[in-house]
């Protein structure tokens, strides 16, 4: 330790580096040249977290479903659907290296959700959720590799979307009478209902 650098880090860093005294060693060597370069002005010697800067030399996790729960710990968002995607990709590709996925992995996710019945909505949704995910992983791992769920097409998208229509002023009136006739608040309520969607559309139509 040179004698500049004791009173920022001791006369000695005693750290625990790996059990492995192969990758030890390596540790070693690497903390070696950070240190080193750390202390070399002394008029501008600062502390170093050494033991952050030995985390940060470990391989990353690079399987999908490890780096899916980092990512989704720095995000903000509902987790509910990227697991339940992750959940199916899962169930039919295995939790592999995420290197190791191809196109032909994502087309058989897309399959899958047709097959169980899934609208084109949800299953685009379930494919933004992967991609995304998987964007993280390439960049984090320094991967150059393109995401195969890019620009992936399902079937007839869009064409089972149904627009809600609106209550005409018979089919309201139809429904006021059923409804005081039961006698019952909750069968009273729905035509209410219908009769407020209905105001808002000729509202925002008009």
């Not at 047709?114 to 964007?135: C, F, M, P, V």
């Not at 195969?148 to 007839?156: D, G, M």
Request: aromatic residues 8%; contains cysteine; proline residues 4%.
């Amino acid at each position: 330790m040179p004698k500049h650098a004791v009173q920022a880090y001791g006369s000695f860093i005693r750290l625990a580096l790996c059990k492995d005294p192969v990758e030890a060693a390596a540790y070693a060597k690497r903390l070696g040249n950070v240190l080193e370069a750390a202390w070399s002005n002394p008029l501008r010697l600062q502390p170093v977290d050494v033991a952050g800067i030995i985390e940060s030399f470990k391989p990353r996790s690079s399987v999908l479903s490890e780096i899916s729960e980092e990512y989704l710990a720095l995000r903000q968002i509902d987790q509910t659907p990227p697991r339940v995607a992750l959940t199916t990709f899962i169930s039919i590709a295995g939790d592999r290296h995420v290197r190791e996925y191809t196109r032909e992995d994502a087309k058989l996710f897309v399959d899958h959700l047709e097959i169980r019945g899934n609208k084109t909505a949800t299953i685009r949704r379930r494919i933004n959720s992967l991609s995304a995910i998987l964007n993280y992983a390439y960049s984090e791992l320094d991967l150059d590799k393109r995401n195969p769920f890019t620009r992936l097409f399902i079937r007839n998208e869009g064409h089972d979307v149904f627009k809600r229509g609106t209550f005409s002023k018979a089919q309201l009136k139809q429904g006021y009478d059923k409804a005081l006739a039961s006698g019952s608040t909750v069968k009273l309520l729905m035509p209410l209902l219908g009769e407020t969607v209905c105001r808002l559309c000729q509202i925002k139509l008009g």
